[in-house]
């Protein structure tokens, strides 16, 4: 499964925090092998405007950890709605509950975050929430379930956190180890661009 999500960094030649921490050491795979997989892997070839809104769709969906079914559902929710559907796209994505207990550093990556929220070890306003797509919303409160606090990923936690911060739109309680959603999240730093994903499915 390592090979596989290192593969697919290579292939889009950007770093999506698939392995998290890995992501930034020597041992990431765009730093060993700083070209496309395979014999061929490091020709570039001119991609047509078809071919950029594929790669793009490809990255949003390794980041966030979505099949192209959910992407496709998601964009044509988010343009339904009043605002601009690249910003509410972003908006859903990342009040993710998966999302944000990456966010608030409780997990390395996403994809780890998206397993243990489906094991149910933690919580949304205190009750235990098993829908990695669960749509938090402000004022809501995210933590670890008590039974949980102890497995090898969430030990030591507050050490960790000592000197992490979170984006602006969440609040991290380090000494509770509990988070809430202050506001909709804005100004997303992505590495793919989330306009030509629009533009892919507006077609």
Known sequence: MQRILEKRERSLGVKLSIKGERCNSPKCALIRKPHGPGMHGGKHNKKKEFGLQMQEKQKIRFTYGLTDKQLEALIARADKAKEPTPM???SILERRLDNIVY???????????????????????????TIPSYLVTMGE???????SKDIPT?????EKLKNYEVEPWLTLDKAKLEGQLKSIPKEVETPFDINKVVDYYSR
Do not use: C, D, W, Y
Not at 103 to 129: C, D, E, I, Q, Y
């Open 141 to 147: 409160t995210i933590a670890i379930r008590e039974g």
């Open 103 to 129: 966010r608030l550093g409780f997990t390395p990556s996403r994809s780890v975050a998206r397993k243990m929220v489906s094991h149910g070890h933690f919580t949304v306003n205190s009750r235990k929430v």
């Open 154 to 158: 969430l030990k030591n936690l507050q």
């Open 88 to 90: 509410v796209v972003m």
